[in-house]
Structures are given as structure tokens and as C-alpha cells.
């Protein structure tokens, strides 16, 4: 398994852009799907994007296709979240995840999550 630790969170208003990182540790980085997931209070966890471990292959929610951008650095162990366009729903703690399955069954396993990082969008 890896280890996993998010950062980039913050307050911004709509319409505004926020990058999270997750950075992970562990040698098998490589190997893995990566992904997002967020979390509202009072609503259940819900799927933002998953990545392939070569990058080829991507997959999005469709509350934020067209806005998120997903992408990888293996050589640094890094996956990202750039969030364009945002609105006062995507405000929830998003988690990163890593996950043996492909972009498509992303959801269906995860071995690794990490703490959770606080986006906040105001109106």
C-alpha cells in the first residue's frame, strides 16, 4: 500500500481555480490508479476522477467534467486535481485514493486513502 497526504485546499470564490497535490510514499506509486473523492457534510462520498498509472486512461464524474483536471507525475509520486469553474457545490473535504482497479472500477476497491483536504467555495 502507499501512504497518502493531500494539500492545496483552501477558500475561494465561484468561479475560481484551486490545484490539490496528494502526495504519495511507497515504491509501487507507479502501479496504482489514482483518484479523487470528495465529501459534503451530511451527503455521502461521491466520486470526482481517477487516473491510470500510465496516464492514458481518465475518468470523470459528470458534475465535473469539463471543469477537473486530473493528472499524475510518477517520477515525483504525485497526483493532482486542478478545479476550474468552481461552484459553492464542490465545497466538501476531497480525499485522495489509490486503487489496484483501473479508471473505470476505481470506485469498486481503493487500498490507500488519505486525510482529506478542505475546499471551500463561497457564493
Known amino acids: 500500500q502507499v501512504q497518502l497526504v493531500e494539500s492545496g485546499g483552501g477558500l475561494v470564490q465561484a468561479g475560481g481555480s484551486l490545484r490539490l497535490s496528494c502526495a504519495a510514499s511507497g515504491r509501487t506509486f507507479s502501479s496504482y490508479t489514482m483518484g479523487w473523492f470528495r465529501q459534503a457534510p451530511g451527503k455521502e462520498r461521491e466520486f470526482v476522477a481517477a487516473?491510470?498509472?500510465?496516464?492514458?486512461?481518465?475518468y470523470y464524474a459528470n458534475s465535473v467534467k469539463g471543469r477537473f483536471t486530473i493528472s499524475r507525475d510518477n517520477a515525483k509520486n504525485t497526483v493532482y486535481l486542478q478545479m476550474n469553474s468552481l461552484k459553492p457545490e464542490d465545497t466538501a473535504v476531497y480525499h485522495c485514493a489509490a486503487s489496484s482497479k483501473s479508471p473505470l472500477m476505481f470506485t469498486t476497491r481503493v487500498d490507500s486513502w488519505g486525510q482529506g483536504t478542505q475546499v471551500t467555495v463561497s457564493s
Open positions: 487516473i491510470s498509472w500510465s496516464g492514458g486512461g481518465i
